[in-house]
């Protein structure tokens, strides 16, 4: 039986809600929250949580609006639960079990991380297995997919994830956030080899990743142009955006081919790679991946870019395959900051500014 669920996403800076049919998106809503937040250089956790408290409704309407449906037309509600800003996930789980007591739908909480690694069955029925580069503000990780609730970690970041590089990057350079589409306009009119930049863990073996001494070389490069011409001007700061980008594509990319080694030691019949996550947006990173999966006669999997940013979709879409396979949650279910998605990976250093990093 075909499902049609609504989705609900809170769990970082965008309310978001979706209403998918199968593999069909009726609708899909989000009210992102940059302004809000532009005075601060980041997303604050108590203004967010606040704006989704004030947001979801709206955007469930409108959601079921556009889609032409009202709630007696669903058959439940996939809600995040987790790993998010924690006022975030809780006012949508909150919203989400209202809902659900209301009318007495089904309820599933969904895994972030899963939403997003999911997005390319429902962009593309990619079948399983598939290697996936989950790439974001506050993520970055290589999962082999087996399904929707099987996944193996093979490799991510040890420190910061290449989303908050970006946005640190335009912080440093006096860029307006979220930083990565302001940095990689920049870059178009600069020169990538005038600052020579490291590429972190790059000749190490494996696939873990590291973007936090990236972040520092932009600084001291910024700051020596800044003592030796006493500011900043447009070209040294489009040479800066080239040279930082360039640095995160050749590691990401050389990181991609040693994962892609590892997932097909395991799956040699199955040549599939998929990216997704804000940074997954990026032109020259997306470009690259694509000729390396060329090189490699892999198939290369990089959804719409509104579907790889956060999105209500995707949750949506992974509700529907966890309540196919008999998933149902109550409304004991809770919000959880942290929830790596393979559970018997070691657990990842740190957490940034928006949530925890596995
Ligand atoms: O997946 P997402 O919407 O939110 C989460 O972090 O979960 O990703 C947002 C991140 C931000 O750090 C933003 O700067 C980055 O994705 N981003 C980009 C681009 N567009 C968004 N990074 C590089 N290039 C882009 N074009
Ligand atoms: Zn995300």
Not at 301 to 306: C, E, N
Request: net charge negative; aromatic share 4%; proline share 5%.
């Amino acid at each position: 039986m075909t499902l049609t669920i609504l989705g609900i996403e809170s769990s970082c800076d965008d309310t978001a809600a979706a209403v998918v049919r199968g593999t069909e998106i009726l609708s899909s809503v989000v009210y992102g929250q940059t302004d809000l937040h532009a005075d601060f250089g980041g997303v604050v956790p108590e203004i967010a949580a606040r704006a989704h408290a004030e947001k979801l409704d709206h955007a469930i309407e409108e959601a079921l609006q556009k889609a032409g449906l009202t709630l007696a037309n669903l058959d439940g509600i996939a809600v995040t639960s987790g790993p998010g800003l924690i006022g975030g996930v809780l006012s949508g789980v909150m919203c989400a079990k209202g809902i659900s007591a209301a009318t007495g739908l089904p309820l599933v909480g969904v895994n972030h991380l899963a939403g997003h690694s999911l997005t390319p069955r429902l962009t593309d029925q990619l079948p399983y297995p598939y290697l996936m580069l989950l790439v974001s503000g506050g993520h970055c990780q290589f999962l082999i997919v087996e399904g929707h609730d099987t996944y193996q970690r093979i490799g991510g970041t040890i420190d910061d994830a290449p989303g908050e590089a970006f946005d640190k990057t335009a912080r440093i350079l006096g860029l307006q956030q979220p930083g990565g589409p302001h940095v990689e306009n920049a870059a178009r009119n600069g020169d990538p080899k005038r600052f020579s930049l490291p590429r972190p863990l790059l000749n190490q073996p494996g696939c873990d990743m590291s973007f936090s001494g990236l972040k520092t070389a932009i600084l001291r490069a910024r700051d020596s142009v800044v003592a030796e011409k006493g500011g900043l001007e447009l070209q040294d700061q489009a040479d800066l955006c080239a040279g930082f980008q360039a640095a995160v594509t050749d590691v990401l990319i050389e990181k991609t081919r040693r994962a892609m080694q590892i997932y097909l030691e395991m799956n040699p019949a199955k040549r599939s790679f998929a990216i997704a996550g804000g940074v997954a947006a990026n032109g020259a990173i997306r470009d690259g991946l694509l000729r390396l999966c060329a090189e490699l006669d892999t198939d290369f999997v990089a959804p719409p870019l509104q579907l790889c940013t956060d999105n209500a979709a995707m949750i949506a879409y992974a509700g529907i395959e966890m309540m196919q396979a008999g998933h149902r949650d109550d409304l004991t279910l809770s919000a959880r900051p942290r929830w790596p998605l393979d559970q018997r990976a070691a657990p990842m250093l740190g957490s940034g500014k928006k949530g925890a990093k596995a």
